[in-house]
């Protein structure tokens, strides 16, 4: 059975700095993605990573402020955020996808599982 949780996010002030975590359960050799989904606006890609994490891709808007990471001794994934805009704030999301590729990874509908998503709130 596949799971993902993320712990807490938070709360930051403009220019500053915030990392996520996510810890998954069941999901060997799955495509691995974060998503954001702002009030009132779509379930966005943020950044996506091959199961070997020999590629990973970036939305342009977050390109050099956010890193995607993962430690397989601990099952975790991480997206350390940097350089934080009032426009990051939104639910972030974990999700599992069997297979992705360069023109799918920041569609929602291609991963089939997620985590139960944290807020972050980056005040301006």
């Known amino acids: 059975q596949v799971k993902l949780v993320e712990p807490g996010g938070g709360t930051v002030q403009a220019g500053g700095s915030l990392r996520l975590s996510c810890t998954v359960t069941?999901?060997?050799?799955?495509?691995m993605g974060w998503f954001r989904q702002a009030p009132g606006k779509e379930r966005e890609g943020v950044a996506c990573?091959?199961?070997?994490?020999?590629?990973?891709y970036y939305a342009d808007s977050v390109k050099g402020r956010f890193t995607f990471s993962k430690d397989n001794a601990r099952n975790t994934l991480y997206l350390p955020m940097s350089t934080l805009e009032p426009e990051d704030t939104a639910m972030y999301y974990c999700?599992?996808?069997?297979?992705?590729?360069?023109?799918?990874?920041?569609?929602?509908?291609?991963?089939?599982?997620w985590g139960q998503g944290t807020k972050v709130t980056v005040s301006s």
């Open positions: 990573m091959t199961p070997n994490g020999g590629m990973i």
């Open positions: 069941g999901a060997c050799n799955f495509f």
């Open positions: 999700a599992a996808a069997f297979w992705i590729n360069s023109a799918t990874w920041s569609e929602p509908n291609t991963f089939r599982y």
